[in-house]
């Protein structure tokens, strides 16, 4: 099975007509050594009290599950492959990364919703999620969807700081804010429904000036996040949209090609949020902010299934796997599905399979976690 390469050239891509529009929800130097990527061992014998995460559904539990949304994934057949008793509420077949992230690090199995009315004292204590699906660095594509925004998730985090320096003491939920590991990740809403299917931006910004837009929400999130007392955020890049199920169906004609406009505007965000991140380094001090791409590293496998041992890479596993998504993929309405979802890249028109998640989590931990400490 091959390893994935890292910003290794991006090949030409097809371009096709906008044919539909839905709602969707989408997916995102070293210090001490090399990095094994099945360590559950912090990196440099750290101490991670907890995880947190902040995004849309890649790092979503479950907090969509009571929004007034249709960006929703708790019913059957999503979590069809979780352990009896594991909330369901992740858009996919599994586990998603930030998961695979809190047990890379020592902390737990599986990362909460913040919103999942079930937690304990424990449960916030090593982390949660405050991730909501069809979020983006957009404000506007939360309101469309009606979902927690960033700057909703910042406060839903304020207030879970509030219950921990209650419980805990100022000195001890300082730690665990200073010494925690964040992950965010979201943007992908933002270019394939908010700017290529509404026309809502689109009258006021080309592709540049938007991305623009996405880059300077970014660092404002980063910067409250900071202040808030947060220091190791890894900040993940945009995949590349353009060749998710859905947009080959969308935009990439009959022969369902990969929609060239969103992935050129993922390269182009991507460019200038690394570089930012960079410069916020030098800002803020004791800030430990990490780019990790997971553009190319995507790329490869949905460009050669075959050499990480997947079969299938342009459609998921759900349905046709062409379009389904959320309640289009509901057991109720679609009761067609693959027999074995570790031989799809995809397990919706959106979302990644947890073996997927998986190759991709080890990859980036292996890659970047030690950048964080």
């Known amino acids: 099975m091959s390893s994935i390469q890292f910003g290794s050239p991006r090949p030409p891509l097809d371009s096709g007509l906008l044919l539909a529009a839905i709602w969707a929800v989408v997916l995102v130097s070293p210090h001490c050594g090399a990095a094994a990527a099945a360590s559950v061992v912090p990196p440099c014998n750290a101490t991670v009290p907890a995880v ?37 509420g992740r858009f996919s077949n599994g586990r998603v990364p930030s998961d695979m992230l809190a047990e890379k690090l020592g902390v737990k199995k599986f990362l909460p919703a913040y919103l999942d009315p079930n937690l304990e004292l424990q449960d916030l204590l090593t982390g949660v999620s405050f991730a909501s699906g069809a979020n983006g660095y957009d404000p506007l594509s939360a309101k469309l969807a009606l ?26 939920a300082s730690a665990i804010a200073s010494e925690s590991v964040y992950m965010v990740c979201t943007g992908a809403n933002d270019i394939t429904n908010t700017y290529f299917v509404t026309p809502l931006r689109r009258f006021k910004y080309d592709v540049p000036s938007y991305t623009d837009l996405l880059v300077n929400s970014a660092l404002s999130f980063l910067r409250e996040l900071y202040g808030l007392g947060a220091r190791r955020i890894g900040v993940l890049s945009l995949p590349p949209v353009g060749c998710l199920p859905s947009q080959r169906t969308l935009h990439g004609g009959p022969k369902r090609g990969c929609f060239n406009s969103a992935n050129e505007a993922a390269v182009l965000f991507n460019s200038k949020l690394y570089a930012e991140i960079e410069s916020l380094r030098e800002e803020l001090p004791g800030a430990r902010l990490v780019y990790m791409d997971i553009y190319y590293p995507l790329l490869a496998i949905m460009q050669g299934p075959a050499q990480f041992g997947f079969e299938v890479s342009t459609k998921g596993c759900c349905g046709t796997g062409n379009i389904e998504v959320s309640y289009l993929c509901s057991r109720l309405d679609n009761p067609v599905m693959c027999d074995d979802d570790t031989k799809y890249v995809f397990w919706d028109s959106f979302h990644p399979t947890e073996a997927t998640y998986r190759m991709l989590t080890d990859q980036i931990y292996s890659k970047y976690a030690r950048e964080l400490f």
């Not at 994934?73 to 492959?81: E, H, I, M, N, V």
């Not at 979902?147 to 998730?153: A, N, T």
């Not at 700081?161 to 100022?170: D, H, I, K, P, Y």
């Open 52 to 88: 947190f995460a902040f995004g849309d559904s890649i790092v979503d539990p479950g907090n969509n599950n009571g929004l007034a949304t249709v960006a929703k994934c708790d019913f059957p057949p999503y979590g069809r492959d979780l352990d009896p008793g594991v909330p369901i």
């Open 147 to 172: 979902v927690l925004s960033l700057s909703d998730q910042l406060n839903l985090y304020s207030e879970y700081m509030e219950t921990v320096r209650s419980a805990v003491g100022e000195e001890r």
